[in-house]
Every structure is written in structure tokens, then in C-alpha cells.
């Protein structure tokens, strides 16, 4: 499976801060709303990424650490 750059960086982005929301990930990465909350889709949906709790007060958890060494190295 093939993971983007904005895929990476978005995993690398949440390793460092699980708190981050959607908003934080578009202003770092200079990316639309919609083109975060669709990467994010597709990272959920391969089972790599889950978010946890509220969506206030609620964190994103990579679940699988190993498939992230494998990504992003």
C-alpha cells in the first residue's frame, strides 16, 4: 500500500500530538478541510488511526505503531 507525503505527515503529525485536531492539521500542512478529513477517512478505514472520546475533547490514537514504522520510514 502506497501512503502519500500528506499521509505522512498528517501520521507524523499526531505521533507528536495525539490531541491535534483537524483544524491544526490543515493550518500546518496548508491543506483544505476537506482534503484532511478524506486522508483521514483513508487512514481510519486501513485501520491505522482511530479517534478516541469527544469530538472536543477527543484524541487520535495510531493503533498500529508497527505499520507506522513501515509508513513513514
Given at each position: 500500500?502506497?501512503?502519500?507525503?500528506?499521509?505522512?505527515?498528517?501520521?507524523?503529525?499526531?505521533?507528536?500530538?495525539?490531541?491535534?485536531?483537524?483544524?491544526?492539521?490543515?493550518?500546518?500542512?496548508?491543506?483544505?478541510?476537506?482534503s484532511?478529513?478524506?486522508?483521514?477517512?483513508?487512514?481510519?478505514?486501513?485501520?491505522?488511526?482511530v479517534?478516541?472520546?469527544t469530538?472536543?475533547?477527543?484524541?487520535?490514537?495510531?493503533?498500529?505503531?508497527?505499520?507506522?514504522?513501515?509508513?513513514?520510514?
Amino acid at each position: 500500500m502506497k501512503f502519500s507525503t500528506k499521509e505522512k505527515e498528517m501520521l507524523q503529525l499526531i505521533q507528536r500530538n495525539p490531541h491535534i485536531s483537524i483544524e491544526g492539521i490543515c493550518e500546518t500542512l496548508f491543506m483544505s478541510r476537506t482534503s484532511v478529513t478524506k486522508y483521514m477517512k483513508r487512514l481510519r478505514t486501513l485501520g491505522i488511526v482511530v479517534h478516541r472520546g469527544t469530538k472536543k475533547y477527543g484524541y487520535y490514537e495510531i493503533i498500529n505503531p508497527k505499520a507506522l514504522e513501515d509508513i513513514i520510514y
